[in-house]
C-alpha cells in the first residue's frame, strides 16, 4: 500500500477572539478592558488522502476547512493532534516540504501587481531554484493549458478578476508541486471562467497526478473535481467518502418537474404523486422516494396523459444534499 | 548567498523596469526630493544666521551631517520602508502566508522584497551635500573615509534592525501603517546631531533607538571628530541590535502561526 | 445635522477604539519634529550666551510646547485619505449619499484629536519639564487663544481639503501636497518663530496663509505678541478662511463635476 500523502489525526484548533457589544459605552468599554473567548475553529479530525487523489473539503463559512488547510500547509500551528504531509510536520515550513508543495488562494493574490506576470514568474523560478529548461517545459504547457499568451506580459493590475485567476494558478505551478491546497479558487468567477478552471485542475491532476485538496461551497465545483468529500461542519468531520453516496444518504429522494399544458394547471393536484415542493405556472416540483420513482414517474406519464407537456427526473441539487447535511445536526453521516 | 544576491538584483531591476515606465511621475519624485532637501538646508540656514557654531558643530560639519541623514534615510526609503509597509500590508490581508510558504528566508523575502528606486535620487543629493560640507572642512584622510563607510553600512543595518523591530508588532496589532510614522519620527530626530538633545532623550536615541547614532556617527568619522574606539562600539552596537531585532521578528511570527500556544 | 454628526461621532468613536495606539504614534511623530527644532534652538541660544533675539532659553521652550499643542488641535490630513478614496472608487458612494463628504473628514478629524489629547498632554508636561519652560501667558491671552486656535483649524483643514480635491484633476497629488507640506515646514514657524526668521522669510511668512495656521496662534497662547498685535495677526487669519473657504466651494464644485464626467 502506498504511503498516504496526507495523514491527519486529531487535529485541532482553538482561537481567540474579542467580543464587544454595540452601543456608545460598550465602546467606552472596550477602551480600557477587552473581552476574549475561545472559538473551536477545528474540533479534532482525522483522514488520509492517497497521492493523485482530487479531495473536497465542504462546509458551511467558518465550519474550519480554511483553518484545516492552513495547517496542512504549514501556516499554522495545530493547538493538538497530528499531521503529516508527504511525511513532513508542515509547520515547520522545511524548504524540503515547501518546495513540493503549493498552496492557492481564490480571493488572495500572491503576485506583485504592478508588474507583468512573467516577471513574477522569473522571480518564483529562483525562489524555487527551478532549472531554466524545465521552467520552459512548465511554462509552456501552463500557458497552453490556461491560454495565458496574451496575459503574461501585461501589469497584473490591468487583467480582469477570470485572468488574474489563470495567472496565479501559473505562479502558482510553475514549481511543479506534487501537493496542491486551493482555497476557494473559484471564488467570484464567472460561471464560463469557473468551467475552464475546473477543466485546468481536473487535467493537471490527470497529467501530473499531483494530490489536490480544495475548498469550496460551490457545489459545481466540487462535483466536477472531487470523487470524494470531506464534509467539515463546527470544527468536526461530518462526512468522508464518495460524493455520490453522500447524496444517497442524505437526500434519498429524486425531483419529478412535472410541466403541463396551459389550462390544466389549474384543474390538476398531483399531491397524490409525493411530496409538492412547488407549483406556479404550469410547473410542478415533486419530491418522491429514489425507490418509487421510477413507478410514480410511469403513473404520472400515464394519468396525465395529454395534459402532460414535459416531464423530467433529477438527482437532487447538491446544494438542498449539503444543506440537509449542515441543518441536520447530526455528528456524522455514515457512508 | 549568491542565490539571494541574485534574487536581489532581480527585485531591484524589476522595480526600475516599473518605474522608467512612468517617466513623469519619476521626475516629480526627484523634484521633490530637490524641494525637500533645500527647504531642509534652508532650515540649517536659518539657525546658523544666528551663531557660527551650534555644540560644537560649524555649518559645514551640520551639512555634511544632513548629507548622511539623507543618506541613511534614502536607503531606508530605497528598499527597506517599502518592503515594511508591504509586509505589513500583507500581514492586514493575509497575503502574508505566501512569503512564509516560499522555500527562501521569509525574514529575507519580506524585508527585502520592493524596492523604490527613485530614492537613489536621495542618497546621491545626500552624497553631494556630504561633498559639499566636506569641501569647507580640513582634508579628509583614507582611514576617516574608510570608518566613514563602515558607519554608513552600520546605519543602513541599524535603520534595517529598527524597522523589522517596528513591524514585528504588525503581528500583535492590526492596523499598524502608523507604525512608519514611529519610525519617520526617530528617524527624523537625527537629522541633528544627538548631542544637542537632552539628557534623557539623547541616551534613547543614541542606545535603545540608536537611529541617531546612525546617521551623527557617519557624520563625526569623516569630519574627524570620532576615534576608532567609538567606531568599534558602534559595529558591535549594530551586530547587536541586528540580531535582537530578528530574533524578535521571529519571535513575532511564531506568534502568527500559532507556534507560541 | 447634529443628529446625523451624533451617528457620525459614535461611529468615528468605535472605529477609533480599534486603532487606540496607532493614533497614539501619529500624535508621537508630531511631537518630535518641534522638539528636534526646540532643542535645535536651545543649542543656538547657548552659543549665544543663552538668548537669540527676544528668546531665551525658557521662551523657546514656552514657543515650542505651544507650537506643539496648536499643531495637535490644528493639525488635518485630508490630501492623503482623500486622495487614496478617489483612487480606491470609495468616493462614489459617499458622493450618492445625502451628506457632504467633508463632515465624514471633519468627524474622524475631530475624534482622532479628541482621543490623542490626553497622551498629548502627558508628553508636553514631560517636554515642559525638561526645558524648564516659562510662559507669558495672560488671561487676555487666554481668551484670544480659543478664537485664533479655531480659526487655525479651519484654515488648516480648508486649505487640505483644497489640495485635497485636486485628487478630482490629477493622481499626484502627492507632489502638491508635499509642496504645501514644505511651505508649512517653513513659514509656519516650525523651523522658527516667525519673529526669528531673516528678511525676506519673515515678510513672506506674513504674507503667506502658514503662519496664520500654527504660528500665530502659538505665540498668542505663549503670550509672545501683545494683545495689538494679537488683534491683527488674528484679522490675518480671518482673511484666509474666507479665501480659503471660497476657493473650497469653487474647487469642490468643480470637482465633482470633473469625476462625474470622467465616470465616477
Given at each position: 500500500m502506498t504511503e498516504a500523502v496526507v495523514d491527519v489525526r486529531e487535529l485541532r484548533k482553538t482561537f481567540q477572539v474579542t467580543e464587544r457589544e454595540e452601543g456608545l459605552a460598550a465602546t467606552l468599554r472596550s477602551f480600557v478592558k477587552r473581552r476574549r473567548k475561545d472559538v473551536n475553529a477545528v474540533a479534532g479530525i482525522t483522514f488520509r488522502i492517497d497521492p493523485g487523489e482530487v479531495v473536497g473539503f465542504l462546509g458551511?463559512?467558518?465550519?474550519?476547512k480554511t483553518t484545516t488547510l492552513k495547517m496542512l500547509a504549514g501556516l499554522l500551528h495545530p493547538s493538538a493532534g497530528e499531521a503529516r504531509v508527504l511525511e513532513f510536520?508542515?509547520?515547520?515550513?522545511e524548504n524540503a516540504y515547501l518546495k513540493q508543495m503549493t498552496l492557492l488562494m481564490g480571493?488572495?493574490?500572491?503576485?506583485?501587481?504592478?508588474?507583468p506576470a512573467a516577471d513574477s514568474f522569473r522571480v518564483l523560478q529562483e525562489i524555487y531554484r527551478v532549472p531554466d529548461q524545465q521552467f520552459r517545459a512548465t511554462l509552456t504547457e501552463l500557458t497552453e493549458l490556461l491560454e495565458l499568451q496574451d496575459l503574461v506580459?501585461?501589469?497584473?493590475?490591468?487583467?480582469s478578476l477570470g485572468e488574474r485567476m489563470k495567472v496565479e494558478f501559473a505562479a502558482g505551478l510553475i514549481h511543479s508541486p506534487s501537493v496542491a491546497f486551493l482555497d476557494e479558487?473559484?471564488?467570484?468567477?464567472?460561471v464560463s471562467m469557473q468551467v475552464r478552471i475546473r477543466r485546468f485542475v481536473a487535467e493537471y491532476n490527470r497529467r501530473t497526478g499531483a494530490t489536490i485538496l480544495l475548498t469550496s461551497h460551490y457545489m459545481d465545483d466540487v462535483v466536477a473535481l472531487c470523487k470524494r468529500v470531506i464534509v467539515i461542519h463546527r470544527g468536526r468531520l461530518l462526512y468522508d467518502g464518495p460524493l455520490a453516496d453522500l447524496a444517497e444518504r442524505m437526500a434519498p429522494y429524486k425531483v419529478i418537474v412535472v410541466t403541463l399544458h396551459n389550462g390544466a394547471a389549474a384543474t390538476t393536484d398531483l399531491a397524490g404523486y409525493g411530496n409538492v415542493v412547488a407549483a406556479d405556472e404550469g410547473r410542478v416540483t415533486l419530491r418522491v422516494d429514489r425507490q418509487v420513482a421510477p413507478e410514480r414517474t410511469a403513473r404520472l406519464v400515464n394519468d396525465l396523459g395529454d395534459r402532460l407537456a414535459d416531464i423530467s427526473v433529477e438527482d437532487p441539487a447538491m446544494e438542498e444534499v449539503i444543506d440537509r447535511v449542515f441543518t441536520s445536526e447530526q455528528t456524522t453521516v455514515t457512508p | 548567498m549568491t542565490r539571494y544576491l541574485r534574487l536581489l538584483r532581480l527585485f531591484f531591476s524589476t522595480d526600475l523596469q516599473y518605474e522608467l515606465e512612468y517617466r513623469t511621475n519619476l521626475v516629480l519624485d526627484i523634484v521633490q526630493t530637490v524641494v525637500i532637501m533645500a527647504t531642509s538646508i534652508g532650515a540649517i540656514l536659518v539657525l546658523f544666521s544666528y551663531t557660527d557654531v551650534l555644540n560644537g558643530w560649524n555649518l559645514a560639519a551640520m551639512l555634511v551631517l544632513l548629507g548622511c541623514f539623507y543618506l541613511v534615510q534614502g536607503f531606508g526609503e530605497l528598499v527597506l520602508a517599502p518592503s515594511f509597509e508591504k509586509f505589513m500590508e500583507h500581514v492586514r490581508l493575509g497575503t502574508l502566508d505566501f512569503a512564509l510558504l516560499k522555500p527562501v528566508s521569509a525574514q529575507f523575502l519580506v524585508t527585502l522584497?520592493?524596492?523604490?528606486?527613485?530614492n537613489l535620487a536621495q542618497m546621491a543629493l545626500g552624497g553631494v551635500v556630504i561633498a559639499v560640507g566636506l569641501g569647507r572642512l580640513p582634508r579628509v584622510g583614507i582611514s576617516e573615509g574608510l570608518g566613514f563607510a563602515v558607519a554608513v553600512v552600520c546605519g543602513f543595518v541599524l535603520v534595517y534592525a529598527l524597522l523589522l523591530a517596528l513591524s514585528t508588532l504588525a503581528f500583535w496589532f492590526?492596523?499598524?501603517?502608523?507604525?512608519m510614522a514611529l519610525y519617520w519620527a526617530f528617524l527624523d530626530a537625527g537629522?541633528?546631531?544627538?548631542?544637542?538633545?537632552p539628557g534623557w532623550l539623547r541616551v534613547t536615541l543614541s542606545s535603545a533607538v540608536p537611529i541617531g547614532v546612525a546617521v551623527t556617527v557617519p557624520a563625526q568619522v569623516i569630519s574627524g571628530r570620532l576615534d576608532f574606539f567609538g567606531l568599534a562600539a558602534l559595529v558591535a552596537g549594530t551586530l547587536v541590535a541586528f540580531v535582537l531585532a530578528s530574533r524578535f521578528w521571529h519571535i513575532g511570527l511564531r506568534s502568527y502561526t500559532g507556534a507560541s500556544a | 445635522m447634529i443628529r446625523t454628526y451624533r451617528a457620525l461621532l459614535v461611529a468615528q468613536l468605535q472605529s477609533a477604539s480599534q486603532y487606540r495606539i496607532q493614533s497614539v504614534l501619529w500624535m508621537l511623530l508630531e511631537v518630535v519634529r518641534p522638539v528636534i527644532f526646540l532643542a535645535a534652538w536651545v543649542a543656538v541660544a547657548n552659543a549665544q550666551g543663552g538668548r537669540v533675539g527676544s528668546y531665551d532659553v525658557r521662551d523657546f521652550a514656552a514657543y515650542y510646547i505651544s507650537l506643539t499643542f496648536v499643531l495637535q488641535i490644528?493639525?488635518?490630513?485630508?490630501a492623503y485619505d482623500f486622495e487614496f478614496e478617489v483612487r480606491q472608487g470609495r468616493l462614489s458612494p459617499k458622493l450618492l449619499r445625502?451628506?457632504?463628504?467633508i463632515h465624514y473628514a471633519i468627524v474622524e478629524n475631530f475624534v482622532w484629536k479628541l482621543t490623542t489629547f490626553i497622551p498629548l498632554v502627558i508628553c508636553l508636561v514631560i517636554v515642559a519639564l525638561t526645558f524648564d519652560v516659562r510662559f507669558r501667558t495672560t488671561p487676555a491671552h487666554l481668551l484670544l487663544f480659543v478664537p485664533s486656535v479655531a480659526l487655525g483649524a479651519a484654515l488648516s483643514f480648508l486649505s487640505g481639503w483644497v489640495i485635497a480635491t485636486t485628487a478630482f484633476w490629477t493622481t499626484r497629488v502627492h507632489a502638491v501636497s508635499t509642496l504645501w507640506d514644505r511651505g508649512v515646514f517653513i513659514f509656519?514657524?516650525?523651523?522658527?518663530p516667525l519673529a526669528l526668521l531673516p528678511g525676506v522669510l519673515q515678510t513672506l511668512s506674513l504674507v503667506l496663509p502658514f503662519g496664520y495656521m500654527l504660528g500665530v496662534p502659538a505665540e498668542i497662547l505663549r503670550g509672545g505678541v501683545d494683545v495689538q498685535t494679537a488683534l491683527v495677526l488674528m484679522g490675518g487669519q480671518a482673511i484666509w478662511v474666507v479665501v480659503f473657504y471660497v476657493a473650497y466651494q469653487r474647487v469642490w464644485r468643480a470637482g465633482v463635476r470633473q469625476y462625474s464626467a470622467v465616470g465616477a
Open positions: 458551511p463559512n467558518g465550519a474550519g510536520v508542515p509547520w515547520r515550513r480571493n488572495r493574490s500572491q503576485l506583485v501587481w504592478d508588474i506580459h501585461k501589469p497584473v493590475r490591468n487583467l479558487p473559484t471564488i467570484g468567477l464567472d | 522584497r520592493q524596492f523604490r528606486v527613485t492590526v492596523r499598524v501603517d502608523n507604525l537629522r541633528f546631531p544627538v548631542d544637542i538633545y | 490644528v493639525f488635518s490630513w485630508n445625502p451628506l457632504h463628504p509656519a514657524g516650525m523651523i522658527a
